[in-house]
């Protein structure tokens, strides 16, 4: 792609087309997959965001009925500069039934009537008995599709960049490699073809997988795991995000003094009464005053321990050596504009 027109900063991945999201359950895959295609979808780029696992997860993120096989509008992406242009967002759930009946009248010339009676007669539930691979190569060929889509396609829209909200790290490997074990299986026919050229792409430089993780310490192990999994397989690890990043409430003076248990209930007790609080406890070391301090140090104790428990495992990140992006915990939750705050902050972090 090389440098953009409009001067600013070029992202870490630039060469990628195709960028694969995937994390541990739960840690923000579908929020960071749509912030990251909100920050690519800028100066009229048109970027599409894909989810495979029939969760809806995107609708219910952009507040929208659920989606379905045809790609459908659903935000402004977030423009470069202030004064800039959002170019925009395009969202589809791609479930194997449609791939499949996609697929074979692409192929196979069917038309709607004959797919029909094929999904009528369950032959999607057969087939996938006999190849258990299939589902998941009819749902990255869908991905293929998308991806290498040109203006030859009449009518077809032709997208910038994908993002794909894809499983989580323990079924990623499989679920992106499984075309080469499929191959094997179809080595004639339109199949096998098909199954080459959706790996060609996948273990190329036009794709990146990013892992999603958090500051604990099994997320960050399985990180770890998947990395080193898809190394292995020869897919090219994009970067780590790590979400839901917790702002020290406290300096690193006063959390080391809690944590060493230098701040006792008298002392705290003693400077509120200092500063105006007074203790009306009815004997020395009970009343409403002493407990409500006591549950206040148990508080402080719990976030030093988990800020603790963070600085480790950003040093564990930092010490897998890829490209890694922080985003915060929003205590509001994530709606529409926290969406397009979170994609600021991946842009302002070189990610798109
Ligand atoms: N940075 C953030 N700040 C606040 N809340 C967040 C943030 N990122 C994600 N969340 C919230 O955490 C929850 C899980 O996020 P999300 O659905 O994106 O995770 P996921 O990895 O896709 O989950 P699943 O494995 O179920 O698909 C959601 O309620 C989401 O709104
Ligand atoms: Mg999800």
């Known amino acids: ?28 895959k579908t929020t ?21 696992e029939g969760r809806q997860g995107i609708a219910q993120l952009f507040d929208l009925p659920p989606l379905g096989y045809d ?8 423009p470069r500069d202030p004064g800039g242009q959002g170019g925009a967002v395009h969202a589809l759930a791609v479930d194997a039934e449609s791939a499949m009946l996609e697929y074979l009248a692409l192929y196979y010339r069917l038309g709607n009537r004959s797919g029909r009676a094929l999904e009528k007669f369950g032959v999607l539930d057969f087939a996938t008995t006999v190849a258990p691979g299939l589902r998941d190569v009819l749902l990255t060929g869908k991905v293929f599709e998308a991806v290498e889509r040109n203006s030859r396609n009449k009518g077809a829209r032709v997208y910038d960049a994908i993002v794909l909200d894809a499983p989580p790290t323990g079924r990623i490997a499989q679920f992106l490699g499984v075309n080469g074990e499929f191959g094997e299986l179809a080595r004639v026919g339109p199949v096998r073809g098909q199954t080459d050229r959706v790996m060609a792409l996948l273990s190329s430089s036009r794709t990146a997988v990013h892992l999603v993780t958090v500051l604990e310490e099994m997320p960050v192990q399985e990180t770890a795991d998947g990395i080193a999994d898809l190394q292995r397989d020869g897919l090219q690890v994009g970067g780590v995000v790590v979400n839901l990043v917790q702002a020290a409430a406290l300096g690193q003076p006063e959390l080391d003094r809690v944590l060493g248990g230098a701040v006792s209930r008298e002392a705290v007790v003693a400077d509120l009464a200092l500063g105006g609080v007074p203790d009306a406890s009815p004997a020395p070391g009970e009343g409403p005053l002493h407990q409500l301090v006591d549950e206040l140090l148990t508080e402080a104790r719990d976030h030093a321990e988990r800020h603790q428990v963070e600085v480790a495992q950003r040093a564990a990140v930092t010490a897998l050596g890829r490209p890694t ?6 205590a509001e939750g994530v709606d529409l504009d926290g969406l397009h705050a979170l994609a600021a902050d991946l842009r302002r972090q070189g990610m798109a």
Do not use: F, I, N
């Not at 992006?325 to 929003?330: C, S």
């Open 1 to 28: 792609m090389g440098p953009v027109a409009d001067g600013a900063a070029v992202s870490d991945w630039a060469g990628v087309r195709l960028h694969v999201v995937t994390g541990k359950g739960g840690t923000g």
């Open 32 to 52: 960071v997959a749509a912030a990251l295609a909100l920050a690519l979808a800028s100066e009229g780029r048109q970027v599409l965001l894909c989810e495979v």
């Open 325 to 330: 992006y922080e985003l915060a915990r929003r």
């Open 71 to 78: 790609e459908r509008r659903v935000a402004t992406g977030l």
